[in-house]
């Protein structure tokens, strides 16, 4: 799916950037070793395969991590209260994908234990159903009501903007996570950010201080209006500069994996 839908991609090994290039020629010519042993071990449907390649290792448990680590820990819901303070403590990140723990069923993190022991987390995702920033983070706050049976579960100060500190926190830990110059408007950082269209009606009576409300609970992704990533402005009005190109490839892929099965 990456080698049919992305044009860049990063690899990273233990909370470091390894490997990165155009996609067709990492895959094609994968030059660090690690990149080498995931392409190794991706299931082909062409060639019969008596067991996947493995790579060795395993992930550390929470009790096992240190200060300062560099983990990202994926998904991080079915930890035992001590591992969720644990996993605060250590400084590493919990990259979660709320919307694939839905639609999975698999469960529900402790947000906002995990935030008042100061943990740090990240979103992203690994969903067959829906790629969207706003609605992953959405869906955070959201189950946390629904166990909870409260409202505004993932701030620490009362009274604050739960889209802010929501979108402030996965851009903070995010960051971390990927090991890059990011997740600010600075000098020195990547030029990544979101433009939100400004005449769209879900901000007709907002403030500024509302905006990611809005964005996050309200109108999604709909109100993105502008995307640049590293520089480069890549959606303009709503639309993807290569949408059409990169639907087309997306059809095909699924025409030739349907065609195969």
């Known amino acids: 799916m990456v080698a049919e839908s992305c044009d860049w991609v990063y690899v990273m090994y233990a909370g470091r950037i390894v490997e990165e290039g155009p996609v067709g020629r990492l895959f094609a010519h994968p030059s660090h070793p690690y990149t080498q042993a995931l392409l190794n071990a991706t299931p082909s449907i062409e060639l019969a395969q008596a067991e996947l390649a493995a790579i060795p290792g395993r992930i550390p448990s929470p009790y096992e991590i240190g200060p300062g680590c560099r983990w990202c820990l994926i998904h991080a819901t079915h930890m035992t209260p001590d591992?969720?303070?644990?996993?605060?403590?250590?400084?590493?990140?919990?990259?979660?994908?709320?919307?694939?723990?839905?639609?999975?069923?698999?469960?529900?993190?402790?947000?906002?234990?995990?935030?008042?022991?100061?943990?740090?987390?990240?979103?992203?995702?690994?969903?067959?159903?829906?790629?969207?920033?706003?609605?992953?983070?959405?869906?955070?706050?959201?189950?946390?009501?629904?166990?909870?049976?409260?409202?505004?579960?993932?701030?620490?100060?009362?009274?604050?903007?739960?889209?802010?500190?929501?979108?402030?926190?996965?851009?903070?830990?995010?960051?971390?996570?990927?090991?890059?110059?990011?997740?600010?408007?600075?000098?020195?950082?990547?030029?990544?950010?979101?433009?939100?269209?400004?005449?769209?009606?879900?901000?007709?009576?907002?403030?500024p201080e509302s905006w990611l409300d809005c964005w996050i609970f309200s109108a999604g992704r709909a109100l993105v209006k502008d995307v640049v990533a590293g520089g480069r402005q890549v959606v303009s009005d709503g639309r993807h500069h290569r949408r059409d190109a990169i639907a087309a490839r997306y059809r095909a892929s699924l025409a030739r994996l349907v065609g195969e099965v």
């Open 83 to 207: 591992e969720t303070e644990r996993l605060a403590e250590s400084g590493a990140v919990a990259g979660l994908c709320p919307l694939t723990e839905a639609s999975l069923g698999d469960g529900t993190f402790a947000g906002p234990a995990f935030l008042r022991s100061g943990g740090s987390f990240g979103i992203g995702t690994d969903s067959n159903i829906q790629i969207d920033a706003a609605a992953e983070l959405r869906q955070l706050e959201y189950s946390q009501r629904l166990h909870h049976r409260g409202r505004n579960l993932m701030t620490l100060d009362e009274g604050e903007s739960t889209g802010r500190r929501l979108f402030t926190s996965a851009l903070a830990g995010g960051a971390q996570a990927m090991g890059q110059p990011m997740g600010a408007l600075a000098p020195g950082q990547r030029a990544d950010f979101v433009v939100l269209d400004p005449d769209h009606p879900a901000l007709a009576a907002a403030g």
